[in-house]
């Protein structure tokens, strides 16, 4: 019923930044957070940062002071201004949505990889 869509992934050198950005799209749905992950090649999926209904954030530890999250309501979009990346950045970041209804979705994922 609610469909992600990822971009603004890609490679960059450390030090560099990148903007990604999600769009949900469907209908009869109110969205309560939205949010990214992260999976790295071998580990578990994390939280990189969330952002709720009352525009309050949080932010893993280790991002937290170099991205921000943001979100435009009118758009059902939300944002991750990722800044200073390290090579322990390199994931595939997901978007993610929680719906008023207590159904959570997930974007296809985009690739970010940082170089030393």
């Known amino acids: 019923q609610v469909q992600l869509v990822e971009s603004g992934g890609g490679l960059v050198q450390a030090g560099g930044s990148l903007r990604l950005s999600c769009a949900a799209s469907g209908s009869g749905f109110s969205i309560n957070a939205m949010g990214w992950y992260r999976q790295a090649p071998g580990k578990q999926r994390e939280l990189v940062a969330v952002?709720?209904?009352?525009?309050?954030?949080n932010y893993a530890d280790s991002v937290k002071g170099r991205f921000t999250i943001s979100r435009d309501n009118a758009k059902n979009a939300v944002y991750l201004q990722m800044g200073s990346l390290k090579p322990e950045d390199t994931a595939v970041y997901y978007c993610?949505?929680?719906?008023?209804?207590?159904?959570?979705?997930w974007g296809q994922g985009t690739q970010v990889t940082v170089s030393s």
């Open positions: 993610y949505v929680r719906v008023g209804w207590g159904h959570n979705y």
């Open positions: 952002i709720a209904s009352g525009d309050s954030t």
